[in-house]
């Protein structure tokens, strides 16, 4: 009768065990998940004349004709769901990149992978699309670098 009752105690044990693990797994793959439905607070693209160097001239005049001057940039989630939307707007800023334009989107919702679409509404219209994992954006302090020729 001790032996069975050891016995018991060591299948209770380890059914209490295999329990345990479980719920340290649910827990695992709910917090995996939660992080990618979390809110970002704000994701920024950088959009960059890749014709223009380091010591360009930025003026808005230089830009007033080009795919740049009537650009958008449109934000979806892995669905394709729009989230969105904002113009370039004004002269680009010099950088040591070139001459750039910021568009910031705050609150975005949380999404696995995000669609960034750069569209032009010039003669012929022109539209750069892009995906971009949340990973690759948390890497880069949620900013991301687009280099588009005029």
Not at 84 to 93: I, V
Not at 112 to 128: A, F, K, M, N
Not at 135 to 147: F, K, M, T
Request: glycine share 10%; hydrophobic share 40%; aromatic share 6%.
């Amino acid at each position: 009768m001790v032996v069975m009752r050891r016995s018991l105690r060591w299948q209770l044990v380890g059914a209490g065990a295999v329990v345990l693990v479980g719920a340290g797994l649910i827990t695992a793959g709910a917090h995996s998940g939660g992080e990618v439905r979390t809110p970002i607070s704000g994701l920024t693209v950088v959009v960059s004349d890749a014709m223009a160097g380091p010591k360009a001239d930025c003026s808005a005049i230089d830009y007033s004709d080009t795919f740049f001057a009537a650009a958008s940039v449109q934000l979806r989630d892995e669905d394709g769901k729009v989230l969105a939307t904002a113009p370039l707007r004004g002269a680009p800023r010099p950088s040591n990149l070139g001459c750039d334009w910021s568009v910031t989107f705050a609150d975005v919702p949380g999404a696995s992978s995000y669609g960034i679409e750069l569209r032009g509404d010039t003669v012929p219209p022109r539209v750069h699309d892009y995906t971009v994992s949340r990973q690759e954006l948390s890497d880069h302090d949620w900013r991301v670098r687009i280099g588009v020729i005029r």
